[in-house]
């Protein structure tokens, strides 16, 4: 047969590089501004745009998406094209991903700070930028796809597994995630409430973590780490033993995070079994990469690409043996809502995503710039010092979290809570807070040094556009003697048949936790106290998301002794059947808040929200200055109540038309009992309808177990 010659792209390649190097160094600067804020809270700069609520999900999304996700982009496009030994399907396709990809992180930039969000944990884009979210995904897996059947190696090697489980895998989450009723065009409503609503964003949220942070970088894992350590993938049949048993499994795993919630116990109970069955697929994966350098160690020492690597590997094997054990009830009831959690999750995203990341630019940039690295000594810097920022953050925060978590649960020898005061907690860690923020620092001074050392090793290089390559037409790929009727090696050949097969494996757990939930009444029983918001507390309460306040705050009181007693009944699930969304949380800076209704007045909240100071000397909350400023836009109430009433809220026939003066009548209520304490606002401020949502919460259980008292008498 004769070669046939052809090129790689190797510019939208670089272009990826770039974008992956400038959104890390955003993302993580505002994680280390919100790192700071909560031992310094006058670092937003008294701005309603830059408080910690509004600028969290913005870090999580500018690391996820921006740093992580154009990473990806650059590792599939660099290693497919010479796996496939074929240029990408269409250049233009190409184009249009990286510059759409690009204006979606931009438009998350943009509304985010503002408060268009919808607080869904990793997906909180409004619904016009998810549509275009998903052309754009569909983009790529065109592009993909097209690439994989015009290839010529026959074969598909272990790494494009991976591709397009992630593929298939974000399509599905995303979209079954993202079921909205639009109120406008930068407002609407999940379909799913309460208990529904929180089993399908944590299925989505750890899916998220498995498909995007970790699939696709398993894939580039197994290109990359063999080509630097120069030695073949340590085993063939482990690499299918891995990713099957992987993409099955994870899927299940989701409800760890909602332990001792008001998810029914069933599916708590699923999400353990399958968290632990992990390790084994997870370690899978670390000791097939770390095999792979057998014979190859003493180039660790002097490669700072392949010290990324390991340290990389063997965080994510850190962080993989972990969360296991974190979704053990026992170990889950003291770390969860801790900083103990947050460091769990940046052992994998500073170790796993950012080394692994590191080591593919360190290693891919001189390749495509034909030339040498420019400095070794500040690769080998950076790599010493974002190690060192790891330990000063991961550390301090398993402290943070072991302190807090213990706190929270201790008694005095006469029964009652030893620091019955949740902001003694708070001011406890504070010193950990600090050491955190430094080691966020450090690590973030480490990719300042390989920005630094990649552009001058751009500058005196030369980009390769378009690499020459040749190959023989769909040569095949080498079977290992014993193997040629391997159905595996008959799979590797058919990339549709992979796809649907990858697609039927990762539907299935989801869907034995998810139609149960939905379909069976007793799941989620009702109580006939409770009823939908007012139009005055609903809009509160889009207040409340609005600012971000469940970043801080969760609304779920666990069936702990030492919650009930600090907050008060625990949280049953029919409680939160016209919760669009749910407002769970998933971190406690501050106390729960879902028996607050009632338990301060009015003032109390008025004064907290001005200057949460007055109220709670030493608190690390910003004070919400704008709430008392900004009107209250009413003109979207009766589009809200009609778009509640289509989502099943039993609001009575035509009550958007009175919805405004029942909205007026409650917040002149308001504002006549905060003037008895000499407080003058007008009714129409933003903070009046936030006091309204915030009495309301927990009110209707209390009128449950009144009605039951009256009942028994």
């Known amino acids: 047969m004769q070669l046939e010659k052809f090129n790689y792209d190797n510019k939208i390649v670089r272009n990826f590089g770039i974008a992956t190097i400038i959104w890390g160094i955003v993302g993580m600067t505002v994680g280390l501004l919100i790192a700071s804020q909560l031992f310094q809270p006058a670092l937003n700069m008294s701005s309603q745009y830059t408080t910690f609520g509004r600028i969290r999900p913005l870090h999580t999304n500018a690391v996820i998406f921006a740093f992580v996700g154009n990473g990806i982009f650059m590792g599939v496009y660099y290693s497919l094209q010479r796996l496939l030994k074929a240029r990408m399907y269409s250049d233009t396709l190409s184009k249009i991903h990286f510059w759409g990809w690009q204006l979606l992180i931009v438009s998350a930039a943009i509304t985010l700070p503002l408060g268009i969000t919808t607080s869904h944990e990793y997906a909180e884009l409004e619904w016009p930028i998810d549509i275009f979210l998903t052309v754009i995904w569909v983009v790529f897996g065109i592009n993909m796809f097209g690439t994989i059947i015009k290839r010529r190696e026959r074969h598909m090697y272990v790494a494009i597994w991976f591709y397009i489980a992630t593929f298939v895998t974000v399509a599905v989450l995303h979209i ?184 593919i630019l360190y290693w891919l940039i001189p390749r495509i710039y034909q030339t040498s690295l420019y400095s070794k000594k500040a690769a080998s810097f950076h790599f010493w010092i974002g190690t060192l920022g790891i330990l000063f953050y991961a550390i301090p925060m398993y402290w943070s979290g072991f302190t807090q978590g213990l706190m929270w649960k201790e008694f005095t020898p006469e029964g009652m809570l030893k620091y019955p005061n949740f902001l003694e907690t708070t001011l406890a860690v504070i010193p950990m807070h600090v050491l955190r923020a430094i080691g966020g620092a450090l690590y973030l001074a480490g990719v300042i040094v390989m920005t630094w050392n990649l552009y001058k090793t751009m500058a005196q290089g030369k980009l390769l556009a378009n690499e020459p390559a040749e190959s023989l037409p769909l040569a095949p790929a080498f079977v290992p003697h014993g193997s040629e009727k391997s159905w595996h090696r008959s799979l590797e ?221």
Request: hydrophobic share 40%.
């Open 176 to 359: 079954v995630n993202s079921f909205q009723l639009p109120v406008s065009f930068f407002k609407s409503y999940y379909l799913y409430a309460g208990v529904q609503d929180a089993l399908v964003q944590w299925w989505y949220g750890h899916n998220a973590v498995a498909f995007f942070l970790t699939t696709p970088y398993l894939g580039m894992m197994y290109y990359f780490l063999p080509k630097m350590a120069n030695r073949p993938v340590y085993s063939y049949k482990l690499s299918i033993l891995h990713f099957w048993s992987l993409i099955f499994i994870y899927i299940w795993a989701g409800p760890h995070h909602l332990l001792y919630t008001s998810l029914p116990s069933w599916a708590q109970s699923l999400g353990v079994a399958f968290s632990i069955m992990l390790i084994a697929p997870s370690w899978g994966g670390m000791i097939n990469g770390l095999l792979t350098l057998r014979g190859a160690w003493d180039k660790v020492r002097d490669d700072a690409t392949l010290k990324f690597m390991v340290v990389g590997l063997t965080a994510y094997g850190m962080a993989t043996f972990e969360g296991p054990m974190l979704s053990l009830k026992q170990i889950n009831g003291i770390a969860h809502f801790t900083d103990w959690i947050v460091s769990h999750v940046h052992v994998g995203a500073l170790g796993w995503n950012g080394f692994l990341t590191f080591a």
């Open 493 to 713: 050949r058919r990339p549709m048949q992979f796809l649907v097969i990858s697609l039927i494996v990762i539907l299935i757990g989801g869907m034995v936790e998810m139609m149960p939930t939905f379909m069976v009444s007793s799941n989620v029983p009702t109580i006939a106290t409770v009823k939908p918001y007012s139009p005055l507390e609903l809009q509160g309460r889009d207040i409340y998301i609005k600012e971000g306040c469940v970043n801080c705050h969760t609304q779920t009181v666990r069936p702990f002794r030492s919650e009930t007693e600090r907050y008060g009944e625990y949280s049953k699930a029919g409680e939160y059947v016209y919760d669009h969304p749910f407002l769970w949380g998933s971190k406690r800076t501050g106390p729960d808040l879902h028996r607050v209704g009632g338990k301060y007045s009015n003032a109390w909240h008025f004064n907290h929200m001005f200057d949460p100071t007055t109220m709670s000397p030493g608190s690390i909350m910003p004070p919400y200055p704008w709430l008392m400023e900004q009107d209250l836009d009413v003109s979207t109430t009766p589009s809200k109540i009609k778009a509640m009433r289509t989502l099943g809220v039993p609001y009575p026939d035509g009550y958007e038309d009175k919805a405004v003066d029942d909205l007026n009548k409650q917040a002149s209520e308001i504002t006549a009992n905060l003037a008895k304490d000499n407080i003058k606002v007008a009714s129409n401020k933003e903070v009046v309808a936030l006091i309204a949502y915030l009495q309301r919460l927990g009110i209707d259980i209390k009128a449950s177990k009144t009605a039951a008292n009256l009942d028994n008498n």
